[in-house]
């Protein structure tokens, strides 16, 4: 008996962590019928995020207070992520057919994969991904000052390309500059920002003038101007960061396993009750759960934002008529679910003591099998549908006898779990059953 | 003024790009100078290959073969050791898996400059490396491989056959090193019940294959076996499943990137038995990944403990000089032996050889009467093609480091 209430409890915790990604899967199929076969990578650039925001600000130290920063850490890396993937690889193919997303999906998950691979083992290309960054912040700061409308889906290339050849070519000044003088230096700082206004500014209005006319480009000037203030100033701003905080660090390679901190309360000597063990990460993970599902509850039935996004699940065109930013709404599902996947790459972190670039693959396919075991786009369904392919998991590694048994055989469950559900009730446990749309 | 700075900046970098590529060329062709005018006549090449893991999870032990191997063919050219012959060392990857093991065989077996290759680092790979470079008469010398069918044949215990003529190790097999660590636990550590863990790659499944035997001849209780798939990170249904047997020990067949997760984990679950495990797990990136509470866990290795032998200070000492930016790991010591019994050959089989192919043969047949003082001990081989040492030593996690506990040469009885 000690020994099934030891897989349940085992069970329970890896469930836990599927639930918490399969939430991930479900809410942002419930909004777009879309299956971000990238959440995997979410999940696991959260573990990197806490472990990145450990190594940067707290290495050596194990007490509990950390445990927050880092859990927000991974948040922001997570969400990140998430909303940066949404804009640069869903949105543009909102109404593609349905196997674009899907194709953009797995690229951008070897994109995570590699990304972070290369990244912990040069960190200088951090550089590379903050002038990215910067492009972008810069040219939708810039987009807020013109009246002309960016977004609009009339508006063409070359409507944007003033304002982006400013952000470049103030780039460019600050990259020429820093290659030639890389301390940090007040002139050279400066000489960036300046420079870059002035090189950059002129850049946009030549094309300004080239693309669109006198009028158009006396107009833009202000918008121009500003883009290229902003990229030299946070490039150099990125710059600072970098060289004081990032460079200092001694970052481990992730062509390796790496080893996750150790905090204390939250890991060592397990607690026994009876016979039965449970590790204090596995509670933080149910906790962790538990907190998360309640706080969802909460936020999907009593808030406008939540509510809205159950219109937009029901019908996105009438909740648009209706007054609803669905682009919004849709940012927001895919940030949710990155908030939970955040928090799942801290347990798993916590639990196995060590994290590599490749864990989000498995993870998002249990995960996933999870979301549609529960019936996906059902919220509730996600986490039960997790923690029932936890304990089937845990059951069947202890009471499957002989040849099949064992723990070599504990992946093969999970599918043989989601072929059964699939062909006898394919809408899920607790999904109902829907007329599909397409 | 915007254009001034911008200009003055491009001519700074566009100078100091011009500089470093005339430093560059400069570099390349001074030391071209110094090979050729060292032996003053004509220069031939050969080549040593290296067949080791340099990215993937193994790398860390990968990248110290290939360093080790470097060090010896750059002493080896500097003293000149084979008159009109210079040696380069060509190092492939193979991740730690089969098929880039194979294919960066096979781009060796194809190059008509290559005489003999230093690796694998893996059991398995070597199985698939043999076959590719044997026909082609290259010698292979492994200084990791421990699984003893790769020099006696599948029936290695009751019928002993040579499959491979070419292929050589100066490391001892698990043939010695299960038995070893079985009775380290039995008749020193005073451990009757143990579990054992391997990953059901070749060498794990080799190594807790002998340490069981031993074990239960000794008169120990094998209460558990268990495996686990080698892409797994997480150990809790595994470990949950030994724990009711109440072993006083884990015997785990495999290498360290399991291996730490493995005790850490186990220890976490509240499991405190030390976990022993063979060469692949003797590594500082263990204790890493084991976190403090690895203390006490055992590990057996091939061979007496680099440092404290004398004949290997000296290589300790050489290889810090050298600036290699990786440690030389675990198979430092017996891959600059391997490299070494390679060139000692060639001292023979390339002296009056006027191309590298027709040589490969000779050095082939030179190997077995190979016999010098290296890093690791006395460097000779036996019919099989086995090291003739067999001194093993068993080390133990002490304050985060691991500690020799004792080294001995193993008799059969």
Request: glycine share 10%; hydrophobic share 50%.
């Amino acid at each position: 008996m000690d020994q099934f209430f030891q897989q349940l409890v085992n069970g329970l915790t890896l469930g836990s962590l599927y639930a918490l990604i399969a939430v991930g899967y479900t809410v942002v199929y419930g909004i777009v019928q879309l299956i971000n076969f990238a959440h995997g990578e979410v999940f696991m650039i959260g573990a990197f995020g806490a472990l990145s925001t450990y190594l940067l600000f707290f290495d050596g130290h194990t007490s509990v207070w950390i445990l927050p920063v880092m859990i927000v850490g991974a948040m922001a890396a997570s969400v990140g992520t998430a909303v940066l993937m949404e804009r640069v690889a869903y949105r543009p193919l909102r109404n593609a057919p349905r196997l674009a997303p899907l194709i953009t999906a797995i690229g951008i998950s070897v994109f995570l994969q590699e990304f972070i691979r290369l990244l912990y083992d040069r960190p200088g290309w951090a550089v590379l991904a903050m002038a990215g960054l910067t492009l972008f912040a810069a040219y939708l700061l810039g987009a807020r000052f013109t009246k002309v409308p960016l977004d609009h889906p009339i508006t063409k290339w070359r409507d944007r390309a003033p304002l982006l050849a400013a952000t470049v070519f103030a780039l460019a000044v600050w990259a020429l500059l820093r290659l030639a003088e890389r301390d940090l230096s007040i002139v050279i700082t400066l000489a960036a920002i300046v420079g870059g206004l002035i090189v950059g500014t002129a850049a946009g209005l030549l094309f300004a003038v080239g693309v669109t006319g006198t009028d158009r480009a006396k107009a833009l000037l202000q918008p121009i101007a500003v883009v290229a203030v902003a990229t030299g100033v946070l490039m150099e701003l990125g710059w600072l960061i970098f060289k004081e905080i990032i460079a200092k660090v001694e970052w481990p390679s992730a062509k390796q396993l790496i080893p996750f901190p150790q905090i204390d309360v939250v890991t060592g000597k397990a607690i026994e009750i009876g016979n039965v063990t449970i590790q204090r990460s596995a509670v933080f993970t149910i906790f962790a759960l538990a907190v998360c599902a309640a706080l969802l509850w909460f936020f999907i039935n009593r808030t406008r934002l939540g509510r809205g996004m159950q219109a937009v699940s029901q019908d996105p065109d009438t909740a648009r008529l209706m007054g609803i930013n669905v682009d919004r709404i849709i940012v927001v599902a895919f940030a949710l679910g990155a908030v939970l996947a955040a928090i799942a790459g801290v347990s798993q972190g916590l639990q196995n003591n060590n994290i590599d670039f490749r864990m989000g693959f498995l993870a998002g396919l249990k995960a996933f099998t999870a979301a549609v075991l529960g019936g996906i786009g059902n919220i509730q369904g996600a986490v039960v549908g997790g923690l029932v392919l936890g304990v089937v998991e845990a059951m069947a590694t202890q009471y499957v006898p002989g040849q099949f048994g064992g723990g070599s055989w504990k992946d093969v469950w999970a599918f043989v779990l989601l072929i059964l559900v699939l062909v006898f009730r394919p809408q899920g446990l607790l999904g109902a059953r829907v007329v599909d749309r397409a | 003024m915007g254009g001034t700075v911008q200009q003055r900046s491009v001519v700074r970098v566009g100078a100091s790009l011009i500089v470093a590529s005339l430093a560059l060329t400069a570099c390349g062709s001074r030391s071209n100078n110094d090979n050729g005018g060292s032996t003053g006549s004509t220069t031939k090449t050969a080549k040593i290959g290296v067949i080791a893991p340099l990215s993937g999870d193994l790398s860390a032990l990968g990248l110290g073969i290939q360093h080790s191997v470097e060090l010896a063919v750059k002493q080896a050219n500097d003293s000149n050791a084979i008159p009109g012959w210079k040696l380069e060392v060509d190092a492939k990857d193979d991740e730690g898996k089969t098929d880039p093991g194979k294919n960066a065989a096979t781009s060796l077996a194809g190059d008509p400059a290559v005489i003999g290759v230093v690796g694998t680092l893996n059991t398995s790979v070597a199985q698939q490396v043999q076959p590719v470079l044997a026909p082609k008469n290259i010698v292979q010398v492994s200084p990791a491989n421990t699984g003893p069918g790769l020099t006696q044949g599948a029936q290695w215990q009751s019928d002993p056959k040579r499959p491979y003529a070419t292929y050589f190790r100066t490391c001892t097999t698990d043939a010695v090193q299960g038995p070893f660590a079985a009775r380290y636990l039995y008749e020193t550590a005073k451990i009757t019940k143990v579990a054992t863990i391997h990953d059901k790659k070749a060498y794990g499944q080799g190594l807790v294959g002998t340490f069981t035997e031993e074990f239960k001849k000794l008169g120990g209780q094998v209460v558990s076996a268990q495996t686990i798939n080698p892409d797994d990170a997480n150990f809790q249904a595994v470990v949950s499943a030994i724990k009711p047997s109440a072993p006083q020990a884990l015997y785990y067949g495999g290498e360290y990137p399991k291996a730490g997760p493995l005790s850490q984990q186990m220890k976490a679950a509240g499991l405190n038995i030390p976990l022993m495990g063979g060469d692949g797990i003797f590594d500082p990136k263990y204790i890493q990944l084991g976190g403090k509470t690895s203390d006490g866990d055992l590990a057996t290795s091939v061979g007496a403990p680099v440092e404290a032998l004398d004949s290997a200070k000296k290589f300790v000492a050489d290889y810090n000089a050298a600036g290699y930016k990786e440690p030389y790991a675990a198979y430092g010591g017996y891959s600059f032996d391997a490299a070494n019994s390679i060139i000692n050959a060639l001292k023979v089989s390339l002296k009056d050889a006027k191309d590298v192919e027709s040589a490969r043969k000779a050095t082939v047949d030179a190997m077995a009467s190979v016999s010098f003082d290296g890093v690791t001990g006395k460097v000779a081989f036996d019919q099989y093609g086995d090291t003739t040492s067999k001194v093993l030593t068993v080390y133990k996690v002490a304050a985060g480091k691991w500690a020799t506990v004792e080294t001995k040469d193993f008799a059969t009885k």
